[in-house]
């Protein structure tokens, strides 16, 4: 079974960005996947404290819920990243996300352990931009390189530009579709 793992950096539930990222996780479950979706603010996180505990083990010196983030990210095939853009970038919620994978790649640079024990694995970014938001070339940069420090192809994106409005993606069905066939594409290459 293909592992799937949906990450949901948006701050509002039931919006846009979630909305993008069910149709991908459905489209991924569709094609075989087993998918599981994480939304970031429900969660107990704390920010990178950068104090370089893990150089030397791999492991983050912090307890809260990133430790099961980092389990997720160990077992994805899949990794699907969701976030709206907020000022040219990624959400609090997802940067922050990102910054405590400081360990793993401390365990795959540093210790010689590879997270996802070298299998092949691909990504995706799903982003929504509403008006005055001039481009997603920061976030996806910032995307981009943390699938290269989790060792994930980015194999595709979604961004969706000029959504305005709680849930109005909705109103788009063609781009709900494409979200769907890129969870189901996203689903072959690593089966």
């Known amino acids: 079974m293909v592992r799937v793992v949906g990450i949901m950096g948006s701050p ?36 990178c404290r950068e104090c370089e505990s893990c150089f030397k083990t791999g492991r983050c010196i912090l307890k809260d819920d990133m430790e099961r983030i980092h389990g997720l990210l160990d ?8 976030s709206p853009i907020f000022f040219s970038g990624l959400t609090a919620q997802m940067k922050m996300m990102i910054d405590r994978c ?9 210790l010689g352990k590879p997270i996802g ?30 699938f290269l420090t989790i060792s994930v192809e980015y194999a595709g994106e979604l961004l969706v530009p000029g959504i305005e409005g ?6 788009h069905p063609s781009v709900l579709k494409e979200a769907r ?3 189901a594409s996203l689903v072959a290459l690593v089966k």
Not at 117 to 143: C, E, I, Q, T
Request: aromatic fraction near 6%; charge should be negative; hydrophobic fraction near 45%.
């Open 12 to 47: 509002r539930i039931g919006g846009n960005t979630d909305i993008l990222l069910d149709a991908a996780l459905e489209g991924a479950g569709e094609a075989g996947g087993d998918a599981e979706k994480v939304i970031l603010e429900k969660l107990d996180l704390r920010g």
């Open 75 to 82: 077992e994805a095939d899949v990794l699907i990243m969701a």
């Open 102 to 110: 400081q360990c793993l790649w401390a365990g795959n640079f540093l």
């Open 117 to 146: 024990g070298g299998r092949r694995r691909v990504g995706a970014f799903l982003s929504v931009g509403g008006r005055g938001d001039l481009s997603f070339n920061g976030a996806k940069s910032v995307v981009r390189a943390f």
């Open 166 to 171: 709680k849930g109005t993606i909705s109103g």
């Open 181 to 183: 066939d890129l969870g």
